[in-house]
């Protein structure tokens, strides 16, 4: 055949597209160990990605040349976070090439031997054996499965995975469980669904200690909102007041910074109601019709019950709810009346001040705020999430190992006992294991979490650890725990592997986030989704059926045609077409973007996300799902739990022995929180309080040096982490600035730098969780769990200082 | 011919970085390690500085973004001896990293201390940078560019389309990642850009004004519209 | 007077081979003697480096364009064997590179070849009569090279668009400038 | 002119002749010294500049007040012999040459410091490839090697007819000293010609060593920064220069007087009178200081205030006080009462001085750089084994320099100490007379009014 310009020409046509396809067979060490360079064929690609420093959920778009990733930007298209960055995001790219990640499966020789590496069959060879021999000896439920903060198919899969092995213990490591709703908000408004606020539309936030910029529900949403507060077009500057014992960087931007005196934000709420009952600036017209228990009551049986109300008035005069909490009543007055009069105005407080003893009822202090100024069921208020029309999945067969195992107790004890409300329990989990109650654990995977490092209570768990027969880490890294497993079998990086995210936090809309990889695996790792896949086929039975997907990606694929099919929401896209949808919506039209679901799917990777902003649930029968349809100030479900617990386990349970409940009466069941005298520590005179830092990824980021070098602005410090001394309790002490000083709590003792910042209280130190190497504020707190979430307590220690 | 410019509203900086760590991924700025860092040889083009306010005994804090200012009369680029820093027909002040002889009188000249100099060798090339963007060397200076790579590749892409390069299509990586949409940028000549009309708000004040440097990155100030 | 000059010459002549040494390129050799010359009888340079007109890189050819005319084997020579044998292996050809632009330069060749219509040869030299790859780049281009035709090329006037010469865009024209920051990086 | 059977200024050219153990010595010691300097300069141009203590912000530092102040001593020669020169001060002639030559060291030194200093000295031609008219460094650069230029032509000059009598007299080296001399056979006319040529050159140097200093001074002053944007840098730099350089000549005329025998030739009334000049100068320089510091004090401009509190008090108060120490009170107990022990005392102040000029360098380079206008952390300064080695070798490299000189050329004029006995005295006796009111000339005799 004679080879012409124009046959040269059709061809090259027809393979164009093939070369596209083909590109990223070959790893990138691979390439470079064939001394190909970048030149050689720079196809520049930007690929929808999602941001899994964080449980921002934030959508970014990775900039690739020939899979090499070259930058990360946010993906304009997003609605969570609209193309806006927050700093961590750019650490993905430092995550990606630190040059010690692990290049592929390591197995242990021995229980003590060296780690080695391994090819991948034999890695997996050695799980799956393993696996199932525990489940033929009847031993599934002694495998836990230890998660971290993730959300989406994921954890659908590991949940799956559980429930068909056989196993109860599927424990999750997440400050808020995305498919439970705040507690308080089942207990005051009994909605089941995930809450949202409208801070968007908000003219006053007063913000409990919630890191609204930092660390909140992901602080570029919290940012957006912010700056949405402060001027957006002709709208007047709204005002944002934020309590907090410490002057981060939300009380720093905020109009008012009310410093408070840690634990007792309960406490100023209820100060704050009082004022707005005594002058009146209450919604008086929602707090009649929609709310219960703010006035005294009698019930069925004629006993007579105090409201709200007289509580608040009698108990929490100004000048008690001033000394208890620090604040002037003058400062209380006024953010009273400014609660009263900018509308709308919001109320939260998620996290943070609530780190306390009495968790719940400062949560629930806290959140009657909102009722008081009528916020529930308006513009600017409080949401509920709507759900997500994924595909539903088939039924999990269980066969008799699985149904036998999975019915034993959890090693935690969660949903049990004192943690009767609560879904994880990983505080209690070291010490569970240690005793091996109610049984040993015989194999523990640990996925998306480094417990020797996070956990408060790391040595216990480091000695658990030991007892376990078989550790399998998926880290992607040698951190700390994985560095003491027996079997390693390395996730991708985030930028690496195909992901999805079903955000259900803050922003109120739900949205289904979806990533194919944005890069060619630089090393030989693999999805660790698709590795459940594969171990789950080879033990094959009913686990098999359960999870009979080939790649991770068919079972995305499975899932995101719910919402092809659901006829509502759409494929994230360009402002205009966008909010031309919305108002054809609004008028009922809604028609349908793509012919077929192929086409729907191709956009969805192409855009990064589907979304319905529309159908939220706003309304006050919405939001208001108690039997009685009403606000309860006084909870009738929590009574409903504790008069359970009290028939099954007698007034001295665990769990109303945990609640303290057996003397309170109704104060139980009502926001009250109690006001303890103020204790003076002889041997431990300052409170600890640590918080976390808007530069930290989720995992620490030691190897993201970028963040290392900058961690905050508002000290002067670099690489290491610190501790933040008031200058005059610095003075007092004879520490200056930048000098060396021991912490120490009851429990240990860390050497740190000393800052001597004035945003904070005299009698408190603060500690970040700094990401990098070096001491870490977990060596001195003492390992508490908050009853309602099963998390730690992580501000309630009580540490001295002095100079190293 | 566009003249570039940049607004900062103080009242939305969170003080939150993300703007550093963009501009660090988007000009391959270096990490330079615990050791460098601790003899305060962090190199950040963007940086955030920390004002706390004296007249609030509460200490409220001021954060402030500083890029390079790019001054319209800037003291930077007349102590250059081989024109290696210089302001260009748009405004920009240019840094060419290939003239540069490290002598730095720029560094030493520059009110708002934007320049930095590459004490060693901090980074070769590598995977994970941006191919549009210079690895720098040892012994030189360097500094924020406004992103000006961005310019040239907008301009490339609008010339091959024919047509004009349009608002909002060249943006630095610090003003695209804002998440408090702090950062405004675009041409300051044409009256009718954001940057133009902030730029005339009563809140807009320059740094060190007085040096007469005429900075083309403005600020907003804090709280409500005076004036 | 004798003896230190011959000493002085003879270091000189030291010092000058280690300047040598030191600064003169090596040879490069290519995987494959591709023969330009062959391949430009039937084709344009930019159907095979094809990145030339759509953004900065040129680029070489993958081995997908390759294929797409030796997929056959036809030929049977010894390079296109080794071409095939690297296909078969599913690996790109490991050119090796002769021509780099020092990194602190722009440089887009989709603005010099489609919107300028610069020649390839203007930079590239004869590539069309080479029947091997060459072994080091056929031009030394220096920074002058480039100001040279960018002063040169400020594109024609208006008066001389009315006595016919080819007018650029109006575009165009202002982008031919000698301004340090449209070239440096 | 110069007879060569005249002897009695034999001991001038001995250093020439004889080469003692102690030249050896310090042949040894010095290079050592500039050893240090060569490792130090080999680690920096491997490592980068990192290798010193500069950082940000402060990020000139040893290097460029060595500059300045190595640049400042070139003016204790050329200068001062020119002026003196032309004043026709008779007690100048053992001096000049000893002047002229700490000059031209000193001034390859100092150019060096910028070299040392830079980032890429590979590129250092680009400052004349492509060099900014409007940059103070290139004022220096043209300014430097213009004053450069000019030192080596007035200091050889004058060394023609003493390189012809090394010519004459001595074996070695006598290709070297046959080009050199450019044929002086000490005729009439060779001598007017010569005498002439230096006259020229005085004249010349005078105002291109003003503008070095100056020119040196502009690259701080033309910027904003406080406490450098000064008006009255270019005089209160080109004071401190002279200041610190009469200095310079007289500890290398004492070290000299020591080491090769001069007392004869370098004796009390002259380090009397540059005692005395040094006194001037250290009330001159106090004056400009103070000028200085309190328009900066009285204006209070904040950015100021910062930079000369941190002078006063703050982090560079050793510095400071130090500097005030040694370049004013020290000098002034010293030098105000000459009469006795006249070389301890100079000596004294002249060490000091030196001490105080390169402080005052340091105090006027870093400090500034230290407190940036924006909220910036404050950045202190401490160099490191690199920048003193680098000093060190400076320090070692000049006196190498100006000691291997020594071995070549004599280090006091031969032939002007000879013209002094010959023709100097009969002229000062002349000139005297024309000074004095009883020696009527006739021509200026007024007319006599009686007559």
Redesign the interface.
């Known amino acids: 055949m004679r080879v012409t310009r124009r046959t040269f020409l059709q061809v090259l046509g027809g393979t164009a597209g093939a070369a596209a396809l083909a590109r990223g067979q070959l790893t990138t060490t691979e390439q470079a160990g064939q001394n190909l360079e970048r030149w050689a064929t720079p196809e520049e690609v930007g690929v929808p990605s999602l941001c899994q420093q964080c449980p921002g959920g934030c959508g970014i778009l990775v900039r690739t040349l020939d899979g090499e990733v070259a930058g990360i930007s946010g993906n304009a298209l997003h609605p969570i976070n609209r193309g806006a960055l927050c700093p961590k995001a750019f650490g993905g790219l430092q995550l990606l090439y630190d040059p010690h990640r692990l290049k592929g499966p390591m197995a242990r020789d021995g229980k003590h031997g060296a780690l080695r590496p391994i090819a991948w069959e034999e890695a997996l060879r050695l799980a799956t054996q393993r696996l199932a021999e525990l489940r033929q000896q009847g031993l599934s439920h002694t495998v836990a499965i230890l998660g971290g903060q993730y959300r989406g198919y994921r954890d659908t899969l590991w949940k799956r995975f559980a429930e068909a092995y056989g196993t109860p213990n599927y424990i999750r490591v997440r400050c808020l469980a995305p498919e439970h709703p705040a507690l308080t908000h089942r207990l005051m408004q009994g909605v089941e669904a995930p809450l949202g606020y409208d801070l968007a539309q908000a003219r006053l936030i007063l913000s409990f200690g919630a890191g609204l910029l930092e660390s909140w529900l992901g602080p570029v949403h919290g940012s957006l909102a912010f700056a949405n507060l402060r001027s957006a077009g002709d709208r007047p500057r709204g005002r944002l007041i934020h309590v907090d014992p410490r002057r981060s960087q939300t009380a720093a931007k905020a109009d008012r910074w009310v410093p408070i005196i840690p634990g007792t934000d309960g406490i100023l709420a209820l100060g704050l109601a009082n004022a707005l009952i005594r002058e009146r600036l209450y919604d008086h017209e929602f707090v009649e019709t929609h709310t219960f228990g703010f006035e005294d009551w009698v019930d069925e049986t004629g006993q007579r019950h105090t409201g709200f109300k007289n509580l608040v008035l009698r108990e929490y005069g100004l000048i008690t709810v001033s000394r208890a909490t620090g604040v002037p009543v003058k400062t209380i007055l006024e953010v009273a009346r400014d609660l009263a009069t900018i509308k709308p105005a919001v109320v939260i407080g998620e996290r943070g001040p609530s780190y306390g003893p009495d968790d719940l009822h400062t949560r629930m202090a806290i959140h009657s705020l909102n009722a008081l100024v009528g916020n529930i069921g308006v513009p600017g208020g409080l949401m509920i999430q709507g759900d997500l029309p994924l595909t539903p999945l088939p039924p999990v067969a269980q066969d008799l190992a699985a149904k036998r195992g999975g019915a034993r107790p959890r090693i935690d004890g969660a949903g049990l006992g004192e943690y009767l409300l609560v879904s994880d329990a990983p505080q209690a989990l070291p010490e569970r294991m240690l005793s091996r109650d109610p049984y040993p654990v015989n194999a523990l995977f640990l996925f998306a979490s480094n417990p020797l490092a996070n956990h408060p209570a790391k040595e216990a768990f480091a000695k658990a650890m030991e007892q376990v027969p078989l550790v399998v880490s998926f880290s992607p890294f040698l951190d700390e725990s994985s560095a003491l497993a027996d079997l390693i079998l390395p996730d991708h990086t985030y930028l690496e592997r195909w992901q999805d995210d079903q955000v259900t936090h803050l922003a109120g809309f739900t949205c289904f986030s979806l990533a194919q990889a944005a890069a060619t695996p630089r090393h030989d790792t693999r999805n660790t989704a698709d590795v459940v896949l594969q171990i789950a086929k080879t033990l094959g039975g009913s686990i098999a059926k359960s999870l009979p997907w080939k790649t991770f990606e068919a079972l995305l694929h499975e899932g995101a045609q719910g919402l092809y099919e659901a006829g509502r929401g759409y494929v994230v896209s360009v402002h205009a077409e966008e909010s031309l949808r919305k108002i054809l919506e609004r008028q009922g039209y809604w028609a349908p973007e793509f012919k077929t679901y192929d086409e729907f799917w191709q956009a969805l990777l192409k855009r990064g996300a589907w979304w319905d902003p529309t159908s939220l649930p706003v309304g006050r029968n919405a939001l208001l799902r108690t039997p009685s349809g009403k606000f309860e100030f006084y909870s009738t479900s929590l009574k409903r739990w504790v008069d359970e617990a009290t028939k099954r386990e007698g007034k001295t349970g665990p769990f109303v022995t945990a609640l303290g409940g057996q003397d309170r009466g109704d104060l139980l069941f009502l926001p009250a929180v109690a006001i303890s005298p103020a204790q003076e520590a002889e041997a431990f005179p300052l409170r600890l309080i640590t918080y976390r830092l808007v530069t930290r990824p989720l995992g620490g980021g030691k190897n993201q040096p970028w963040l290392l070098e900058q961690p905050a602005v508002h000290v002067k410090t670099s690489w290491e982490n610190w501790v933040e001394v008031h200058p005059e309790t610095g003075a007092k002490l004879g520490i200056s600035d930048g000098d060396w000083v021991w912490v120490e709590s009851a429990k240990g003792r860390i050497r740190l730098r000393a800052k001597l910042y004035s945003g904070t209280r005299r009698d408190v130190v603060q500690i970040p969780l700094f990401g990098g190497k070096g001491p870490n504020p977990n060596d001195l707190i003492a390992n508490e769990a908050d009853l309602f979430r099963g998390f730690g307590l992580l501000n309630t220690t009580r540490v001295r200082i002095g100079k190293a | 011919m566009a003249l570039w410019g940049m607004v900062i509203d103080l009242d939305r900086c969170t003080g939150c970085q993300a703007c550093v760590m963009a501009c660090k991924a988007e000009n391959n700025v270096p990490a330079v390690g615990p050791k460098e860092a601790s003899r305060e040889r962090i190199i950040s083009w963007m940086q955030v500085l920390t004002e706390e306010d004296k007249e609030h005994p509460d200490g409220k804090l001021r954060f402030l973004p500083r890029p390079c200012l790019h001054c319209d009369d800037p003291p930077c680029t007349k102590v250059c001896p081989v024109y290696a820093t210089y302001r260009d027909p748009e405004g920009i002040v240019a840094q060419i990293y290939a003239r540069c002889i490290g002598c730095r009188f720029c560094m030493a000249a520059c009110p708002y201390n934007a320049k930095y100099f590459n004490w060693h060798t901090y980074q070769k090339e590598g995977p994970g940078q941006n191919p549009d963007v210079s690895v720098r060397q040892k012994g030189i200076v360097e500094k924020c560019t406004f992103c000006h790579h961005r310019l040239q590749k907008a301009r490339e892409r609008a010339l091959a389309e024919h047509r004009e390069i349009e608002p909002g299509e060249y943006v630095p990586a610090c003003a695209e990642a804002c998440p408090a949409r702090a950062i405004v940028f675009g041409d300051l000549s044409d009256p009718s850009s954001e940057v133009s009309k902030l730029a005339r708000s009563p809140r807009a004040f320059r740094l060190q004004e007085e040096l007469g440097t005429k900075p083309k990155v403005i600020y907003l100030t804090e709280g409500e519209a005076r004036g | 007077m004798r003896g230190p000059g011959v000493v002085a010459l003879i270091a000189l002549g030291l010092l000058a081979w280690g300047a040598w040494y030191l600064l003169a390129e090596p040879a490069i050799s290519q995987p494959i003697q591709f023969p330009h010359k062959k391949h430009v009888e039937l084709l344009e340079c930019t159907d095979c480096h094809t990145r030339a007109t759509k953004g900065p890189v040129a680029g070489r050819p993958s081995m997908e364009t390759c294929l797409s005319c030796h997929s056959s084997g036809e030929g049977n020579s010894v390079e296109e064997k080794k071409l095939l044998a690297f296909a078969e292996r599913g690996l790109e050809v490991p050119w090796k590179r002769v021509w780099r632009l020092p990194s602190h330069v722009f440089f887009s060749h989709r603005t010099h070849v489609v919107v300028a219509k610069v020649k390839c040869q203007s930079c590239h030299g004869p590539m069309e009569t080479l029947d091997r790859p060459p072994a080091r780049p056929l031009k030394t281009l220096s920074m002058n090279d480039c100001i040279a035709c960018h002063e040169k090329g400020v594109g024609p006037s208006e008066e001389d668009e009315q006595k016919g010469a080819k007018p650029v865009e109006a575009v165009a024209r202002r982008r031919i400038s000698t301004d340090c920051n449209v070239c440096h990086r | 002119m110069a007879d060569p059977a005249d002897t009695r200024d034999a001991i001038l050219l001995a250093p020439i002749e004889r080469t003692g153990r102690g030249f050896y010595w310090a042949v040894a010691i010095l290079s050592l010294g500039v050893l240090w300097g060569a490792v130090a300069y080999a680690v920096q141009l491997d ?4 290798v010193t ?5 402060v ?2 530092g040893f290097y460029v007040t060595n500059f300045v102040f190595f640049i400042g001593i070139s003016h204790a020669g050329t200068l001062i012999s020119a002026i003196l020169r032309l004043s026709r001060a008779e007690w100048r002639r053992p001096i000049t040459r000893m002047a002229e030559v700490i000059t031209v060291m000193v001034l390859f030194i100092g150019a060096g410091q ?1 070299l040392v ?5 590979d ?2 031609m ?2 004349i490839r ?3 008219y ?5 004022w220096d ?1 043209t300014s430097i090697s213009a004053y450069l230029t000019a030192s080596l032509v007035y200091l050889w000059l004058p060394m023609i007819p003493d390189i012809a009598i090394l010519r004459d007299r001595l074996g070695k080296r006598k290709f070297f000293y046959t080009v050199l001399a450019l044929g002086w056979q000490g005729t009439e006319r060779q001598h007017k010609v010569l005498n002439r040529a230096i006259a020229v050159m005085a004249v010349l140097v005078i105002p291109i060593a003003v503008s070095v200093h100056t020119v040196v001074s502009f ?1 701080f002053s ?4 406080p406490m450098w944007h000064s008006t009255i840098f270019g005089p209160y730099f080109v004071v401190g220069a002279i200041f610190s350089g009469i200095a310079a000549l007289i500890v290398a005329m004492l070290i000299f007087r020591k080491a090769y025998g001069l007392q004869g030739y370098l004796r009390p009334i002259h380090f009397r009178y540059l005692g005395q000049l040094l006194l001037v100068m250290a009330l001159l320089w106090f004056y400009f200081t103070f000028t200085e510091y309190l328009t900066g004090y009285y204006g209070g401009e904040v950015e100021e205030m910062k930079v000369f509190w941190g002078k006063f008090w703050g982090p560079f108060s050793l510095f400071f006080w130090g500097m005030v120490l040694a370049n004013f009170v020290i000098p002034l107990f010293c030098l105000v009462r000459l009469e006795r022990r006249t070389i301890g005392k100079v000596l004294t102040a002249s060490l000091s001085v030196i001490v105080g000029m390169w402080l005052e360098r340091f105090i006027i380079v870093v400090p500034t ?1 230290s407190y ?6 404050e ?1 202190i300064y401490w160099p490191t084994w690199v920048e003193w080695g680098e000093t060190a070798a400076s320090f070692a490299l000049f006196a190498l320099f100006y000691l291997l000189f020594t071995k070549v050329f004599p280090i006091i004029s031969i032939w002007e100490i000879q013209e002094g006995r010959e023709v100097g005295l009969k002229e000062v006796e002349e000139r005297l007379l024309t000074y004095l009111p009883d020696t009527v000339e006739p021509e200026f005799t007024p007319v006599d009014r009686g007559g």
């Open positions: 490592g980068g500049l990192g203590g500069l950082h940000q912000p990020s000139w910028i200093d830079l980032g890429r000295p590129r250092v680009n400052v492509h060099g900014r409007q940059s103070p460094l290139l650069a690259v033309m910027t904003l920064q750089l940036p206008r924006l909220p910036f952390p950045g």
